[in-house]
């Protein structure tokens, strides 16, 4: 029988992102929005660290179910790290995706070339109910595009730039974004840990 294993998310995306990534695992896989979990967590921590290991106790507490709870952000080295842990709430509730992201273009206005280094950094968290089994993280470098591209992906994707590839990563396909992006790389370092807790 397989295990249950909640992502503490309401973004489908992610979910779907996990699945993919991990798609031999024999795990039903569970959005907060799929056990009608409208309980939010008080992201209270000052680190993608501290906040992942909060969700991630405090939805398995809850549920009694196995929980993964990400924190991830965009690290702008011009904003002197900004929007950091607030990512997903840059420029406050009001804006969308898009109004995020073309903040940030406007915030960077007059910065130019290797000047808009930034990087995705994720911090993934696993717990039992029993609690914490360990956090790994994920980090991925680019730039600030001038301008967004593609209609992949999700959040700043279509504005950061990938310098190696010449590409947003909006436009990568999705296989490869799961290679290179900071969660397919925090993923991948918790991997074995997951495995072994879901063997159990």
Not at 1 to 30: C, I, P, R, Y
Not at 103 to 120: D, Y
Not at 157 to 166: A, E, I, K, S, Y
Request: net charge negative; aromatic share 8%.
């Amino acid at each position: 029988m397989s295990q249950t294993l909640l992502v503490a998310t309401h973004n489908q995306g992610k979910v779907k992102e996990f699945a993919e990534m991990l798609a031999d695992l024999d795990v039903e896989w569970l959005s907060l929005d799929d056990i009608g979990l409208e309980k939010d967590v008080d992201e209270t921590g000052l680190t993608f660290a501290e906040n992942a290991i909060l969700k991630a106790e405090a939805y398995a507490a809850e549920t009694g179910y196995f929980t993964l709870a990400d924190d991830s952000g965009l690290e702008v080295d011009a904003l002197n790290g900004e929007p950091g842990i607030y990512t997903a709430r840059y420029g406050g509730a009001g804006l969308d995706h898009e109004g995020r992201y073309r903040l940030l273009l406007k915030n960077m206005e007059g910065v130019v070339g290797e000047e808009r280094s930034a990087r995705f950094r994720c911090v993934i968290a696993l717990a039992t109910p029993e609690g914490l089994v360990g956090t790994a993280d994920g980090v991925c470098e680019g730039l600030i595009a001038a301008a967004p591209a593609g209609d992949g992906g999700f959040g700043y994707d279509p504005v950061f730039f990938l310098p190696d590839r010449g590409v947003t990563m909006a436009q990568v396909p999705s296989s490869v974004k799961h290679q290179i992006s900071h969660r397919g790389r925090a993923l991948k370092a918790i991997e074995p840990l997951l495995r072994k807790e879901v063997a159990k």
